[in-house]
């Protein structure tokens, strides 16, 4: 038998008097009795006990806990001295009972959590220090969140007013257990149970800049930010990013993200102040009086017209497989646009992306005005020299001047 001891159980145990006692044991087990993970002693948030810890010398027939408050099958623990040696015996049921079975012990390491992608073209330490905030919880702005802290980002906000429903779970990191819950703190759960020292602070409230309340606390938390990833596929939250960043000229990168068409493609683009690029006014312009926003800036394709703006309606998103597949597609791609620009200024070899603006076609899509020209599906295609917009509001030619 394993015996895997997480640090929880090791600091309570170090808190015990052991002498001769016996504690209720929190933990897991799994695989018929083949690894148990422990991680509690006589007390436990959110688990059941799964068995019994003596300590000390005294060796007796039957625990002074009696196995009334636990159901079979269950372990119980003995140890000595301190954690090196122990015993454990396994109650399957009345009648059936394993003694002085030989223990292999593991403890959780975390600092062998990184371990092997800490290299000199991937510089942990300098992605360590980083701090995102990530705008929008759904299934793409979750995997974003969990790859950039499998990467070795240490610090994130995340910001969404949203809970999670059945239909999200098909393409969602969060399982069923998590249903109804707000999708910032499931996400929040999900990467702590894998990486536990990522500081994420979580926000359950829209990005909107209705008041100067609203202003004065999306500052407060944002303003050391080194990257904004604005993932919630609404224009409006869109533009309030877009305000926020350029009305308080602050320089945050943000990398806007999005899906179209039932996700037949993506696109991402980024917007540094520090580099005076285009912002998301010159790419989509305010909604006119009818609610349509026009982009001039993207080139169009004959399936896409008129449609090349955001796009996930409900019945789309219920009834495609193969979805979710898609948005992954298009976030592994996300992830590694982010990744390039938190190491931008530094030497690294891990990603480049040299532009600003990049689409991704999941599927073969015709070229607007050249029917015999397509966009090839799963292929990143970039535009450069996108140009700022005359009607912007920030690079137009009624731009305010904001000395
Ligand atoms: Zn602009």
């Known amino acids: 038998m394993k015996i895997i001891i997480y640090p929880t159980f090791e600091n309570e145990f170090k808190n015990l008097k052991t002498q001769n006692r016996t504690y209720l044991l929190y933990g897991r087990i799994y695989d018929n009795f083949t690894v148990c993970h422990l991680t509690g002693v006589s007390f436990s948030k959110s688990t059941y006990p799964i068995g019994l810890l003596t300590t000390g010398t005294t060796t007796?027939?039957?625990?002074?806990?009696?196995?009334?408050?636990?159901?079979?099958?269950?372990?119980?623990?003995?140890?000595?001295?301190?954690?090196?040696?122990?015993?454990?015996?396994?109650?399957?049921?009345?009648?059936?009972?394993?003694?002085?079975?030989?223990?292999?012990?593991?403890?959780?390491?975390?600092?062998?959590?990184?371990?092997?992608?800490?290299?000199?073209?991937?510089?942990?330490?300098?992605?360590?220090?980083?701090?995102?905030?990530?705008?929008?919880?759904?299934?793409?702005?979750?995997?974003?969140?969990?790859?950039?802290?499998?990467?070795?980002?240490?610090?994130?906000?995340?910001?969404?007013?949203?809970?999670?429903?059945?239909?999200?779970?098909?393409?969602?990191?969060?399982?069923?257990?998590?249903?109804?819950?707000?999708?910032?703190?499931?996400?929040?759960?999900?990467?702590?149970?894998?990486?536990?020292?990522?500081?994420?602070?979580?926000?359950?409230?829209?990005?909107?800049?209705?008041?100067?309340?609203?202003?004065?606390?999306?500052?407060?938390?944002?303003?050391?930010?080194?990257?904004?990833?604005?993932?919630?596929?609404?224009?409006?939250?869109?533009?309030?990013?877009?305000?926020?960043?350029?009305?308080?000229?602050?320089?945050?990168?943000?990398?806007?993200?999005?899906?179209?068409?039932?996700?037949?493609?993506?696109?991402?683009?980024?917007?540094?102040?520090?580099n005076e690029d285009f912002c998301y006014h010159c790419i989509y312009s305010k909604p006119d009086e009818n609610g349509t926003i026009q982009t001039k800036a993207i080139p169009t394709t004959i399936e896409l017209e008129q449609k090349i703006s955001y796009d996930r309606t409900l019945q789309e998103q219920l009834a495609q497989p193969g979805l979710g597949l898609d948005v992954d597609n298009l976030t592994i791609l996300l992830?590694?646009?982010?990744?390039?620009?938190?190491?931008?200024?530094?030497?690294h070899s891990l990603y480049h992306f040299p532009h600003n603006f990049y689409m991704w076609f999941n599927r073969t899509i015709m070229k607007s005005n050249e029917s015999s020209v397509k966009f090839e599906g799963l292929e990143l295609y970039y535009y450069e020299d996108l140009e700022k917009d005359s009607n912007c509001p920030f690079h137009g030619t009624q731009a305010l001047k904001i000395e």
């Open 335 to 347: 992830s590694k646009f982010c990744l390039d620009i938190l190491l931008t200024g530094g030497e």
């Open 60 to 274: 007796m027939e039957e625990p002074i806990i009696t196995a009334k408050s636990l159901e079979y099958p269950y372990i119980h623990i003995m140890v000595e001295e301190n954690l090196s040696t122990l015993k454990a015996d396994v109650y399957h049921n009345e009648e059936n009972k394993d003694s002085n079975i030989d223990v292999d012990i593991e403890y959780i390491d975390l600092n062998r959590l990184f371990v092997r992608i800490d290299e000199k073209e991937a510089p942990l330490r300098v992605l360590n220090k980083k701090r995102v905030a990530i705008i929008g919880m759904g299934s793409g702005g979750a995997l974003l969140a969990l790859y950039l802290a499998k990467s070795g980002v240490k610090e994130f906000i995340f910001i969404d007013d949203d809970h999670l429903e059945t239909h999200n779970i098909i393409r969602h990191i969060c399982d069923l257990d998590n249903l109804g819950r707000f999708k910032t703190l499931a996400v929040k759960d999900y990467i702590k149970a894998r990486i536990p020292d990522v500081k994420i602070q979580t926000v359950e409230r829209k990005f909107d800049l209705h008041t100067k309340a609203d202003f004065d606390f999306f500052n407060s938390i944002l303003l050391d930010m080194d990257l904004i990833a604005a993932v919630s596929g609404e224009h409006d939250v869109n533009y309030a990013i877009n305000d926020f960043i350029h009305s308080n000229q602050l320089n945050i990168p943000v990398i806007y993200a999005g899906t179209f068409d039932g996700v037949k493609g993506g696109l991402m683009f980024k917007v540094d102040p520090r």
